[in-house]
């Protein structure tokens, strides 16, 4: 297919890599920033375009930009009759109508850098479209990058977001306040990188309700009370401590 | 060394074969669940035993009972002159005392279930001594079985043990949140998976500070507000998600 990205950030260059290395062609990166975009252009055997106004013809515009200029971007193309979708987990797909009836959501479910190459065929697309033929268009394309593609609708989506928030930057947080706890007392995080990995790989098989380990869901309240009681003198994260473990003695109906 | 091992569940049993692996012979399995305790004795080449007051004679002994029951143990046999060692990373190293004067603590800091062996090499072992020739041969042991040795005090080893619990326990739990999360939508948790371990794997590299990602950190708070507003039919998740996101925000001066 001839796809063309608007955006020169994460998630624009990972998806222009990976679109032109299935074989597909990049007609043009449209991006403001001029030295990203004419990089990844160059990258990738495209044209490079600062002008929204003054698109080359692609069947497909992904728009890869950061969420709050999505509706912006889509307000000054003008793709009427192509197939237009975000890259976005959390807004909503109406945002698109303006730029063309056909329109839909490619989201893939990764974090990203610039520079780290991602293998592709292991990141989950997430697909959303207005219609049944836009929504597998999109898949297909998804297809011809990543093993991992799910249809969805909107409300689905949303929630795919919100639970990896939870599973991805509120456990990445947690990470930081236990490297905080460890570097006070002259400890690198190095000494949890393994258990922190084997984590992650368990519940690659297992569901983590399983695999649950610890004083709260032991009810081993001793071990409980005498946390709360080193982290007397941190009362936001002495309380951050009491909300979870009270949410996994919930969980346990304890 | 000659080893005694007392406990017969996953601690017990996977640093009994890792110990066995690295040449070590294992005198005695001591346990109360015959079955458990003699398994684990005819996989190591050990005799079972099932009675703490009459021991053979080794030089280390390793009390890999739950913790409440570390006591209890240690009240119970009467090993003087010889090295004995608890596997808890929260249980004080006095306990110990009844059992013989020099004591310490032996404590790998891994998840671990009875059946799935481990790579041993890549644990870390945390060690602690009452002297520091109790420390030191406790620390030759662990080296003989791991790669990733730790001499600490129990102040460390305390902290060590809330670090985890942040970084493990509640880390898993919030797993189970977006798996329950995901299902009322009928999506599996699969489409979260290759997220959940590619951030514990970006922070085999680098520090959690700088991966952090997601609303908070951005200060995204409409996709805040539209995520507890989802949220508004579970009040105790919503409140969760409210104290994490506030916990990243004071993190950034936010």
New interface residues.
Partial sequence: MNISIVGAGNVATQLAIAFRSAGHRIIEIVARNEEHGAALAKNVDAEFNSNLKALAGADIYIIAVK??AISDVATRIDVEGKIVAHTSG?KPIFLLTDASATHGVFYP???MTRHQQLNFA???I?IEGNDEVTASILAQLAKSIST?V?R?NE??R??????????????????????K??N????S?E??????????????HN???V???????RG?F??ID??LQ??RDDE??Q???R??T???L??RGI
């Fill in positions: 969420d709050d959390v479910l990764q974090t292991e990141v989950p997430i991992k799910y969805v409300q689905q949303q929630w795919i977001h919100v639970a990896a928030v939870f599973a991805n930057n509120f456990t990445n947080h947690f990470y930081s306040i236990a490297e706890l460890l006070e007392q002259g400890v995080i000494i949890l990188l393994p258990l922190i990995l084997r984590s992650a790989e368990n519940i690659q569901s983590p309700k695999l649950q380990t610890g004083p709260a869901v081993d001793r071990t005498r946390h080193m982290l936001k994260l309380a951050l401590y909300s979870v009270e949410s996994i919930r969980g």
